[in-house]
């Protein structure tokens, strides 16, 4: 397994250098990110994704978040925002667009291999990779519409005025994105294939009194268009029914796998990092937080991860610096950095 390796005769040539790697761009990722510069040690971000946020950048970038500390309601797109613009003052490098795949000891340290071929020479590294990278459920009948009008989550709300859109699924994703097209759409139609809805009760009440055709017990069988959506049949029962679609939304749900990281030597149960309190994994100087690690108790709420970044974090300044202090100084006595650019 990569993680156990120790230093190959030939060791690799570093394209860069930083005291701590952070390994995803979400929320703990990017407040890891902060941290580090908070705490005068330079970090690189690695991320599969070619732009930061992680799944709720992707999947939930317009939605209203309830449950972050110090805003009664937070769009996901402002919440990375806000995430990028706080770090931004100690420069983190982001390398987006590109997986880390290998993890090899390096004397004391480790060098970060990724896909695009960069190494990154590393004091610590910090995992805050979720679940792993996520691959949607497909639509059979809509696979040729991909990118075509057919889509597996809606970044921009407002991409959708004035269409037609059919949302397929049950579960949460499809009753949000539903009501909030609902008010920009010419039409909506929601399509599932039970009688009973997977969201939550208070949504699918919403639901019923909005402005959504809603069709249970039902499929969508067939796509027609020319070089764009045009139409949909959705078969209920003995009936079939052809509705105008400019747009599909397939709200089935992804699947997730932790890739190369599962090969990295790493102790894991139910596919999650184990983790000690001080978010230690079994690698030295390798840490993990957020919905990726795993410990007795633990709630995955974006509000822990951000505790777990931070606690991750200063655990490894005092392993890079011997004789720092563990709890860091007051945020208010240190003023950031005049706004810089990451590399």
């Keep these: 397994m990569t993680g156990s390796q120790t230093t190959p005769s030939t060791t690799p040539t570093a394209d860069h250098a930083s005291d701590i790697t952070v390994i995803g761009a979400g929320p703990a990722g990017l407040?890891?990110?902060?941290?580090?510069?908070?705490?005068?040690?330079?970090?690189?971000?690695v991320d599969t994704l070619a732009h930061p946020g992680g799944q709720i950048a992707a999947l939930y970038p317009?939605?209203?978040?309830?449950?972050?500390?110090?805003?009664?309601?937070?769009?996901?797109?402002?919440?990375?925002?806000?995430?990028?613009?706080?770090?931004?003052?100690?420069g983190?490098?982001?390398?987006?667009?590109?997986?880390?795949?290998?993890?090899?000891?390096?004397?004391?340290?480790?060098?970060?291999g990724t896909d695009a071929g960069l190494t990154?020479?590393?004091?610590?590294?910090?995992?805050?990779?979720?679940?792993?990278?996520?691959?949607?459920?497909?639509?059979?009948?809509?696979?040729?519409?991909?990118?075509?009008?057919v889509a597996y989550h809606v970044p921009r709300l407002d991409d959708h005025r004035d269409r037609d859109v059919i949302v397929v699924g049950g579960g949460d994703s499809a009753v949000d994105w539903a009501l909030a097209l609902a008010p920009r759409a010419r039409s909506v139609t929601l399509v599932h294939r039970?009688?009973?809805f997977r969201a939550h009760e208070y949504s699918v009440k919403r639901l019923h009194d909005a402005p959504v055709e809603i069709l249970t017990d039902a499929?969508?069988?067939?796509c027609h268009g020319g070089a764009h959506l045009e139409r949909v049949e959705i078969t209920a029962g003995d009936t079939v029914l052809e509705r105008p679609a400019q747009a599909l939304v397939a709200a089935l749900g992804f699947t997730s796998s932790l890739g190369p990281i599962a090969g990295w030597g790493l102790d894991l149960e139910h596919r999650q990092i184990s983790v000690d309190r001080?978010?230690?994994?079994?690698?030295?100087?390798?840490?993990?937080?957020?919905?990726?690690?795993?410990?007795?108790?633990r709630v995955p709420l974006i509000s822990v991860g951000f505790g777990e970044a931070a606690a991750a974090v200063n655990h490894a300044a005092v392993a890079l610096r011997p004789g720092s202090r563990l709890?860091?100084?007051?945020?208010?006595?240190?003023?950031?950095?005049?706004?810089?650019?990451g590399a």
């Design 31 to 45: 407040y890891a990110a902060y941290y580090a510069g908070f705490r005068g040690l330079s970090a690189t971000v």
């Design 194 to 196: 039970r009688g009973a």
């Design 62 to 90: 317009e939605k209203l978040l309830y449950d972050i500390a110090g805003h009664p309601a937070v769009t996901g797109r402002d919440l990375v925002d806000n995430l990028v613009a706080q770090a931004a003052p100690f």
């Design 120 to 149: 990154v020479r590393t004091g610590a590294v910090v995992i805050t990779a979720g679940l792993g990278t996520f691959s949607p459920r497909t639509l059979a009948c809509a696979v040729p519409y991909e990118g075509r009008g």
């Design 278 to 297: 001080a978010m230690r994994t079994n690698l030295p100087g390798v840490y993990a937080a957020g919905d990726g690690c795993g410990y007795p108790g």
């Design 219 to 222: 499929r969508v069988t067939a």
């Design 92 to 112: 983190p490098r982001h390398l987006l667009g590109q997986t880390a795949t290998t993890l090899t000891r390096d004397g004391e340290g480790w060098l970060v």
């Design 327 to 341: 709890a860091p100084e007051h945020s208010s006595d240190a003023v950031p950095p005049p706004n810089a650019e």
